[in-house]
């Protein structure tokens, strides 16, 4: 068989296969997605109340926009 490009590791042209007795599979950080879930449950529920707000829509919308996210960027470090 000639060896082409990308043929390290193969045995008979098969697929690459690294047959280490630690995988495992890919998991979520649970704490980082429910406090994602928490900041968008959040803000879903402003936007609802939003239309209400009379006085200075924009430097609500934009004080509260950016108080919930650097808030959830501080927490998921």
Not at 22 to 38: K, W
């Amino acid at each position: 068989m000639k060896p082409g490009w990308f043929d390290a590791f193969r045995t008979d042209g098969g697929p690459t296969l690294y047959s280490y007795s630690n995988r495992t599979p890919v998991t979520g950080d649970v704490q980082t997605i429910t406090l994602y879930l928490i900041f968008f449950t959040v803000f879903l529920a402003f936007l609802v109340i939003f239309p209400g707000v009379r006085k200075e829509r924009f430097t609500t919308f934009t004080s509260v926009t950016l108080s919930l996210f650097v808030g959830t960027v501080i927490l998921g470090e």
